[in-house]
């Protein structure tokens, strides 16, 4: 069981009386005392980020007086700053200690339900704490199959703080490559090979694209600039759309905000193309899209999987994903809408 002590961990009675339908937290005299600060712990990957975003928008409702600091991986510095919810991100490592910092007034855990975050969290000593627990009877549980968005306004919720788990939204970059509009972006690649699709299917996926007309871009990391090449090569794509390898995470929100679609495997552009509103096609193999897919009430959102769940740390593509052919691939695109939902038109962008 996990020892609260200090600092004390929250509670419903603690939050609801102070956030009632026009209050919020009490503010700061201007010029009399340093601002509260707002920790937290996130520190994940893209699609991590991108899946606490109804969470995020819900804190900086609630503590919009506070300094919100988050705490994940250097690389997500760029879309956390898009997203606008927070001052600051502080670069760590998963389930590496936090850099010393000034005590926080609050944390709060969003990186899992395990003993080593909550202790990671502890050892700053905030001053309050939100965290899930999995044997200390007065805190939220842990709970194995839930969807990683309804898991994090769960946690709030029961702390007091109203959240809005279809608010799922990230405002666009303004600056956006040229000649990207409207194109169909593949992105192949996946951290594990078990969510990777084979090379020949996204190739032929990539050439009944052209055949209709309509632009491909190839997305990815710099590892998988050469997997991304492969397909261009099979595909007749100029190497000048092979964009893997040579995007930041906000140019990649660029390139996904005015895509004509997106199709991807179980990976983090899936969750951008949700952010940013673009319609898509997501693959599924060895995870289930009931803890990981796009909202199931946005019908632009296609998800293709066998119901079959495996080894996501495989070192083979999954069984179920390989299931998956590239004649379902394409069908999904063709019931699509191409280009941001009419109710997307209105999202805000970003300086």
């Keep these: 069981m996990y020892s609260v002590g200090e600092p004390q961990a929250l509670t419903s009675s603690m939050l609801t009386p102070s956030f009632g339908p026009r209050e919020t937290a009490p503010a700061v005299t201007r010029g009399t005392a340093r601002p509260p600060v707002l920790l937290v712990l996130r520190a994940t990957g893209l699609g991590g980020f991108l899946t606490a975003v109804p969470a995020y928008r819900a804190l900086a409702d609630a503590f919009p007086d506070h300094r919100r600091i988050l705490a994940a991986p250097a690389p997500l510095r760029s879309i956390a700053r898009l997203s606008g919810f927070f001052d600051d991100v502080l670069p760590v490592k998963p389930l590496v200690r936090l850099p010393d910092m000034r005590r926080p007034d609050m944390a709060v855990n969003l990186q899992d339900g395990t003993p080593e975050s909550y202790q990671l969290v502890q ?156 319609p898509s ?19 632009w959102h296609r998800v293709l999987w066998h119901g079959r769940t495996g080894d996501p740390k495989a070192t083979t593509p999954d069984p179920g994903l390989l299931a998956i052919d590239v004649d379902e691939v394409l069908d999904a695109m063709a019931g699509l809408p191409f280009g941001a939902p009419p109710d997307h038109e209105g999202m805000r962008h970003s300086a």
């Design 281 to 299: 096609v997501v693959l599924f193999g060895p995870t289930s899209p009931y803890e990981w897919g796009p909202p199931a009430h946005r019908p």
């Design 123 to 278: 050892a700053v000593q905030p001053r309050s704490l939100i965290t899930f627990r999995r044997d200390d009877p007065p805190g939220p549980c842990w709970r194995r199959g839930e969807h990683d968005v309804e898991r994090w306004c769960r946690l709030l919720e029961r702390h007091g703080i109203r959240t809005n788990q279809f608010r799922l939204d990230v405002r666009r970059p303004r600056a956006v490559p040229h000649g990207v509009r409207g194109a169909t972006v593949i992105h192949p690649g996946a951290a594990q090979p078990a969510r990777c699709w084979p090379p020949d299917r996204w190739a032929a996926v990539a050439r009944s694209e052209r055949a209709s007309g309509k632009r491909v871009i190839l997305t990815g990391d710099a590892r998988e600039r050469p997997l991304a090449g492969q397909i261009a090569r099979a595909a007749g794509i100029a190497p000048a759309d092979v964009l893997a390898g040579q995007t930041t995470l906000r140019g990649l929100a660029a390139v996904v905000s005015v895509a004509g679609r997106v199709v991807c495997g179980d990976t983090g552009i899936a969750h951008l193309a949700t952010a940013m509103g673009t």
